[in-house]
């Protein structure tokens, strides 16, 4: 089965080719009051809040704290507080304003939300990643002073399996429009025909009548080119009955398309006009994307009627040391990041996004499964998401798909991540997490003990959550995150899975048409390495697997994982076993790694102090870890040589050194000169290894292809710290008030080579236009907050990063230590 359409970022913008702007939609975050704690009365309008902390959104409360054990949250949900949280803002609405309509959007808050208007309830929403809307115009002072108040309670701990942040924590909007107009996330375009030549888009646009009788109007439908050069009009009829919203299909064809694709992901812009008594009173803008995929049931997945292999990472939402606040730049920095290590995908792990992010894969050229849930009726943490679902699931996964199902990235609908309905027998609101997990370890012996009852059910609400998705974009496939791969998985007996998703039992990929035949498949998750960058358990070629079982404690002396790619959990494996597989079976479409990012919470294997994961390949900073380069060298055709680990040990200890290498035959390695030999790769392994005793100079490798010399890296003993180095990613950024500039810190020795051991003490100060909203070291022991300027080196490196405000300027940056020259960095802040 083919799914051709085109695919959109639905987005509300100013009216451009109008004298006065007939949609208005502005940013709602500036100059917000916030309270740490309950404040009832706070909801009506005449409550003196002005001792209340001003600041600007989005905005985490829990991340400006300190770890501590002592939090509910436990470190499994980032060792920070939650609690009650208020908000309030103020506005005005002008008189003239009378008869319009304001609507107020929020993209998520976490969690439990209560919003007010002037003291009128508007609605409650307990899911912290849902998107939504209020209507405030029956409720508004027009040509007089409106307040806002905002209750978020994320009291309730713990609820997450990791940190979700706590407070409106993404975007809000105002949006002002006349009475008929398109309604919220209102345009929906495919293309059921796309040749190279030709594209047919079908318009499906809903138009929102709040007048109190019946309407007629026209709806144009423009498609313009990236350039802004019309391709593509029509125009309909349009009669709305009174209170109510009609929906109009329309056909456009565009002949030669751009098509969308990872390298060049081209956008169209459909512009939806409503016209009036020949007037323009509605304009909305949807960005669009032409393309068609298909899963092929034994060659894979193709995009454009081309292979293309999925080489994804899934990722939670935090940003490191900016918490769970979104953040335009960030997310973009973490996309290059992973673009530049030849990643091709992302996976919402496990919960809807923020827009900013799929806007960003659209833009920028990612495969993105969008995920929906991590918990359906069964509960996981004690007080998670199962409590609310019977009552807001319908309502949650219809707006999820509805806000999502134009954007050009999105490749396939993720219903569900290792959620407890896979089995009989698993009611985890009557059982402890302990005896659930032992339960989930043994799922092959419960499917011999089936439930008929417990089957029909989750089968049933299997098939009702894939029903509700195909209704709302019968254009996509449908799948989710299993981690029980056999057949009795009551997901996969529902039959309502488009693409079998696993989640690792790598065994059962080779095999899987013997299980499964004539079914697609997509690796959901994989590998689950352990990583600490700057870390390395010698000999290296011994595998680490921690914790031995699941359901059994774990710890260690030294709360760090190997970056040889020889740790991992024992539901895992290596990075370079997984990858091996997912590149030599054409069945495999592609794969989701375990993770892409370092992430707040779920410090597996350890518990207190760690606070922080250790499955990503680039740490909570944005370092690398040497298996970005592996990745790297498989995933790209830039010449690569990466050697590792440092060279800073004991005279006489024997230490293995590795490489990542491509676009070569064989790499030879040097100490001081000397040739210790040249190696090849295997046909199942992607790296190279030395194992020497320790002499401190200089490691050289070269790599030879046909002979001839590639590429050289060298690692040389350092040493001790002598002065400060301050780098960073982009010297000028925008004076917007949102911009950052991240700034990486090392220690230099007196010959100006970084020290990889370094571990001193940086104390931050800054002036200027900006100021410091973060600092972090990688370090997943490290339980200062991630707010305070003083930060140490963590295996030689530290991270700055700085904000602007909205002034044109200087950020000025220095970086002092005890006994070391400090340094001083300029940023220099511009507005538009």
């Given at each position: 089965m083919k799914y051709i359409y085109i695919i959109i970022l639905s987005s509300l913008l100013f009216a451009c080719s109008q004298p006065q702007q007939v949609r208005e939609r502005s940013e709602f975050v500036a100059d917000w009051s916030f309270?740490?704690?309950?404040?009832?009365?706070?909801?009506?309008?005449?409550?003196?809040?002005?001792?209340?902390?001003?600041?600007?959104?989005?905005?985490?409360?829990?991340?400006?704290?300190?770890?501590?054990?002592?939090?509910?949250?436990?470190?499994?949900?980032?060792?920070?507080?939650?609690?009650?949280?208020?908000?309030?803002?103020?506005?005005?609405?002008?008189?003239?304003?009378?008869?319009?309509?304001f609507y107020i959007d929020f993209d998520g808050v976490y969690m439990n939300s209560s919003v007010w208007v002037n003291g009128q309830l508007l609605g409650e929403r307990p899911n912290g990643y849902i998107s939504f809307r209020y209507d405030l115009t029956p409720y508004l002072n027009y040509g007089g002073t409106n307040t806002i108040a905002?209750?978020?309670?994320?009291?309730?701990?713990?609820?997450?399996?990791?940190?979700?942040?706590?407070?409106?924590?993404?975007?809000?909007?105002?949006?002002?429009?006349?009475?008929?107009?398109?309604?919220?996330?209102?345009?929906?375009?495919?293309?059921?025909?796309?040749?190279?030549?030709?594209?047919?888009?079908?318009?499906?646009?809903?138009?929102?009548?709040?007048?109190?009788?019946?309407?007629?109007?026209?709806?144009?439908?423009?498609?313009?080119?990236?350039?802004?050069?019309?391709?593509?009009?029509?125009?309909?009829?349009?009669?709305?009955?009174?209170?109510?919203?009609?929906?109009?299909?329309?056909?456009?064809?565009?002949?030669?398309?751009?098509?969308?694709?990872?390298?060049?992901?081209?956008l169209y812009t459909a512009v939806t006009q409503i016209e009036q008594d020949g007037k323009i009173i509605d304009e909305y803008k949807t960005t669009i994307g032409i393309r068609y995929f298909e899963f092929d049931i034994n060659k894979g997945f193709f995009l454009n009627g081309k292979s293309v292999k999925i080489k994804g990472v899934c990722n939670h939402h935090d940003l490191g040391c900016l918490g769970a606040a979104v953040n335009t730049r960030a997310i973009e920095r973490q996309l290059e990041i992973l673009k530049e290590m030849g990643c091709n995908g992302i996976r919402t792990a496990h919960n809807p996004p923020a827009p900013e992010l799929l806007d960003l894969c659209d833009r920028m050229g990612f495969i993105v499964m969008d995920e929906s849930f991590d918990i359906w009726r069964k509960r996981k943490s004690q007080y998670d998401y199962s409590h609310y679902f019977p009552e807001w699931h319908e309502r949650d996964l219809t707006d999820f798909i509805l806000r999502d199902r134009n954007h050009p990235s999105i490749f396939m609908w993720s219903i569900g991540n290792e959620v407890l309905e896979q089995w009989s027998h698993i009611d985890a609101?009557?059982?402890?997490?302990?005896?659930?997990?032992?339960?989930?370890?043994?799922?092959?012996?419960?499917?011999?003990?089936?439930?008929?009852?417990?089957?029909?059910?989750?089968?049933?609400?299997?098939?009702?959550?894939?029903?509700?998705?195909?209704?709302?974009?019968?254009?996509?496939?449908?799948?989710?995150?299993?981690?029980?791969t056999e057949p009795g998985n009551h997901l996969f007996r529902s039959g309502a899975m488009d693409v079998i998703g696993f989640n690792y039992h790598e065994y059962n990929y080779i095999d899987f048409h013997k299980k499964f035949p004539n079914q697609k498949l997509i690796l959901t998750e994989t590998t689950s390495g352990l990583m600490s960058r700057g870390f390395y358990l010698m000999p290296s070629d011994s595998i680490y697997i921690w914790p031995i079982r699941w359901d059994l404690p774990f710890d260690r002396p030294i709360h760090q994982c190997s970056s040889y790619d020889n740790n991992h959990v024992p539901w895992g494996t290596?990075?370079?076993?997984?990858?091996?597989?997912?590149?030599?079976?054409?069945?495999?479409?592609?794969?989701?790694?375990?993770?892409?990012?370092?992430?707040?919470?779920?410090?597996?294997?350890?518990?207190?102090?760690?606070?922080?994961?250790?499955?990503?390949?680039?740490?909570?900073?944005?370092?690398?870890?040497?298996?970005?380069?592996?990745?790297?060298?498989?995933?790209?055709?830039?010449?690569?040589?990466?050697?590792?680990?440092?060279?800073?040990?004991?005279?006489?200890?024997?230490?293995?050194?590795?490489?990542?290498?491509?676009?070569?035959?064989?790499?030879?390695?040097?100490?001081?000169?000397?040739s210790l030999g040249r190696k090849q790769k295997t046909n199942d392994t992607y790296h190279v290894m030395w194992r020497i005793p320790y002499e401190k100079g200089t490691l050289k490798a070269v790599s030879y292809k046909d002979g001839?010399?590639?590429?050289?890296?060298?690692?040389?003993?350092?040493?001790?710290?002598?002065?400060i180095r301050l780098v960073a990613d982009r010297n000028t950024i925008k004076a917007d008030g949102k911009d950052l500039s991240f700034v990486t810190v090392e220690v230099l020795d007196s010959?100006?080579?970084?020290?990889?051991?370094?571990?001193?003490?940086?104390?931050?100060?800054?002036?200027?236009?900006?100021?410091?909203?973060?600092?972090?070291?990688?370090?997943?022991?490290?339980?200062?907050?991630?707010?305070?300027?003083?930060?140490?080196?963590?295996?030689?490196?530290?991270?700055?990063?700085?904000?602007?405000?909205?002034?044109?300027?200087?950020?000025?940056?220095?970086?002092?230590?005890?006994?070391?020259?400090?340094?001083?960095?300029?940023?220099?802040?511009?507005?538009?």
């Amino acid at each position: 089965m083919k799914y051709i359409y085109i695919i959109i970022l639905s987005s509300l913008l100013f009216a451009c080719s109008q004298p006065q702007q007939v949609r208005e939609r502005s940013e709602f975050v500036a100059d917000w009051s916030f309270y740490p704690g309950d404040k009832p009365e706070a909801s009506e309008p005449a409550f003196d809040d002005s001792s209340w902390r001003k600041l600007n959104l989005p905005h985490d409360w829990s991340i400006e704290a300190d770890f501590s054990v002592s939090n509910p949250a436990t470190p499994g949900g980032g060792a920070l507080p939650g609690g009650i949280g208020w908000y309030r803002k103020t506005f005005d609405v002008a008189e003239s304003d009378t008869g319009k309509i304001f609507y107020i959007d929020f993209d998520g808050v976490y969690m439990n939300s209560s919003v007010w208007v002037n003291g009128q309830l508007l609605g409650e929403r307990p899911n912290g990643y849902i998107s939504f809307r209020y209507d405030l115009t029956p409720y508004l002072n027009y040509g007089g002073t409106n307040t806002i108040a905002v209750k978020v309670d994320n009291s309730k701990q713990p609820n997450s399996r990791w940190y979700s942040g706590s407070g409106i924590y993404r975007n809000v909007w105002l949006t002002k429009v006349n009475p008929l107009h398109v309604d919220l996330w209102g345009t929906y375009l495919t293309t059921p025909e796309v040749t190279e030549n030709q594209a047919k888009i079908v318009a499906n646009t809903t138009i929102r009548n709040n007048y109190g009788q019946q309407q007629e109007a026209t709806l144009h439908t423009i498609l313009l080119d990236a350039s802004g050069k019309q391709v593509a009009t029509i125009q309909s009829p349009v009669t709305t009955a009174q209170d109510t919203t009609a929906v109009v299909e329309q056909t456009l064809t565009i002949d030669h398309p751009h098509l969308w694709s990872l390298d060049d992901p081209y956008l169209y812009t459909a512009v939806t006009q409503i016209e009036q008594d020949g007037k323009i009173i509605d304009e909305y803008k949807t960005t669009i994307g032409i393309r068609y995929f298909e899963f092929d049931i034994n060659k894979g997945f193709f995009l454009n009627g081309k292979s293309v292999k999925i080489k994804g990472v899934c990722n939670h939402h935090d940003l490191g040391c900016l918490g769970a606040a979104v953040n335009t730049r960030a997310i973009e920095r973490q996309l290059e990041i992973l673009k530049e290590m030849g990643c091709n995908g992302i996976r919402t792990a496990h919960n809807p996004p923020a827009p900013e992010l799929l806007d960003l894969c659209d833009r920028m050229g990612f495969i993105v499964m969008d995920e929906s849930f991590d918990i359906w009726r069964k509960r996981k943490s004690q007080y998670d998401y199962s409590h609310y679902f019977p009552e807001w699931h319908e309502r949650d996964l219809t707006d999820f798909i509805l806000r999502d199902r134009n954007h050009p990235s999105i490749f396939m609908w993720s219903i569900g991540n290792e959620v407890l309905e896979q089995w009989s027998h698993i009611d985890a609101d009557t059982m402890d997490m302990k005896q659930a997990n032992m339960i989930l370890n043994f799922a092959n012996t419960l499917n011999k003990v089936e439930n008929s009852q417990d089957l029909h059910v989750n089968s049933m609400l299997t098939i009702k959550l894939a029903d509700m998705v195909r209704e709302l974009d019968p254009t996509r496939p449908i799948t989710s995150g299993n981690n029980e791969t056999e057949p009795g998985n009551h997901l996969f007996r529902s039959g309502a899975m488009d693409v079998i998703g696993f989640n690792y039992h790598e065994y059962n990929y080779i095999d899987f048409h013997k299980k499964f035949p004539n079914q697609k498949l997509i690796l959901t998750e994989t590998t689950s390495g352990l990583m600490s960058r700057g870390f390395y358990l010698m000999p290296s070629d011994s595998i680490y697997i921690w914790p031995i079982r699941w359901d059994l404690p774990f710890d260690r002396p030294i709360h760090q994982c190997s970056s040889y790619d020889n740790n991992h959990v024992p539901w895992g494996t290596t990075h370079e076993g997984t990858w091996d597989l997912v590149k030599k079976y054409d069945h495999i479409s592609g794969m989701y790694i375990w993770t892409g990012f370092d992430y707040l919470g779920e410090p597996t294997p350890f518990w207190w102090p760690s606070r922080s994961s250790y499955f990503g390949i680039i740490d909570l900073t944005g370092f690398p870890k040497d298996v970005y380069y592996m990745y790297q060298s498989e995933w790209t055709d830039k010449d690569v040589l990466h050697i590792f680990p440092h060279w800073n040990w004991e005279e006489g200890q024997t230490v293995d050194i590795w490489a990542y290498y491509n676009n070569a035959d064989e790499v030879e390695l040097l100490l001081n000169g000397k040739s210790l030999g040249r190696k090849q790769k295997t046909n199942d392994t992607y790296h190279v290894m030395w194992r020497i005793p320790y002499e401190k100079g200089t490691l050289k490798a070269v790599s030879y292809k046909d002979g001839k010399e590639v590429l050289t890296k060298e690692v040389k003993t350092t040493g001790p710290p002598a002065s400060i180095r301050l780098v960073a990613d982009r010297n000028t950024i925008k004076a917007d008030g949102k911009d950052l500039s991240f700034v990486t810190v090392e220690v230099l020795d007196s010959n100006g080579l970084p020290v990889p051991t370094a571990d001193n003490l940086i104390r931050f100060s800054v002036n200027g236009d900006g100021f410091i909203a973060g600092t972090d070291n990688g370090n997943p022991t490290d339980t200062v907050s991630l707010k305070n300027p003083d930060r140490h080196l963590f295996s030689g490196k530290a991270l700055a990063v700085l904000q602007s405000t909205k002034k044109n300027g200087k950020i000025s940056l220095t970086a002092q230590s005890e006994g070391l020259q400090e340094a001083t960095i300029e940023i220099v802040t511009i507005k538009d």
